[in-house]
C-alpha cells in the first residue's frame, strides 16, 4: 500500500494550493480518504475526508468555506483545494485511509494507511 502526497509549497496569504494524494494498493470503494495536517508543536489536526464509494464528504472547522476535498476515482487520486490560505495553514499535510467498516474518521486513529506528507507553507 502507497500513499504519495504532493502539491505542497510555499503560497502568499489569500493564495491557493492544490494538494494530491495518489493511493496504490487499495480498493478505494472500501475506504474513507482523509486529511489531516500538523504544525510544529501541535498534534496532528483533522481537516476533512470523503467517503470514497458514495462521495460524502466532511470537514473541520480550518476547511469549512475554504478547503473542498474532490476525487478522480480513475487516477486512484485524492485532492484538497485549500483557496484563500492563512499562515496558520502552514504545518505538513498527510493524507490517510482508513477502511469504511471503521469508525473515528475525525481523527488520526480512525486510518491505517499514511502517506508521507506534504509541506505548506503560508506567508503573510
Known amino acids: 500500500v502507497q500513499l504519495q502526497a504532493s502539491g505542497g509549497g510555499l503560497a502568499q496569504a489569500g493564495g491557493s494550493l492544490r494538494l494530491s494524494c495518489v493511493v496504490r494498493?487499495?480498493?478505494?470503494?472500501?475506504?474513507?480518504m482523509g486529511w489531516f495536517r500538523q504544525a510544529p508543536g501541535k498534534e496532528r489536526e483533522f481537516v476533512g475526508f470523503?467517503?470514497?464509494?458514495?462521495?460524502?464528504?466532511w470537514y473541520g472547522d480550518p476547511a469549512k468555506g475554504r478547503f473542498t476535498i474532490a476525487r478522480d476515482n480513475a487516477k486512484n487520486t485524492v485532492y484538497l483545494q485549500m483557496n484563500n490560505l492563512k499562515p496558520e495553514d502552514t504545518a505538513v499535510y498527510f493524507c490517510?485511509?482508513?477502511?469504511?467498516?471503521?469508525?473515528?474518521?475525525?481523527?488520526?486513529?480512525?486510518?491505517?494507511?499514511w502517506g508521507q506528507g506534504t509541506q505548506v507553507t503560508v506567508s503573510s
Open positions: 470523503i467517503r470514497w464509494s458514495e462521495g460524502g464528504i
Open positions: 490517510a485511509a482508513g477502511a469504511s467498516s471503521r469508525v473515528g474518521y475525525f481523527q488520526a486513529r480512525g486510518y491505517d494507511f
Open positions: 494498493g487499495l480498493t478505494l470503494t472500501s475506504y474513507v
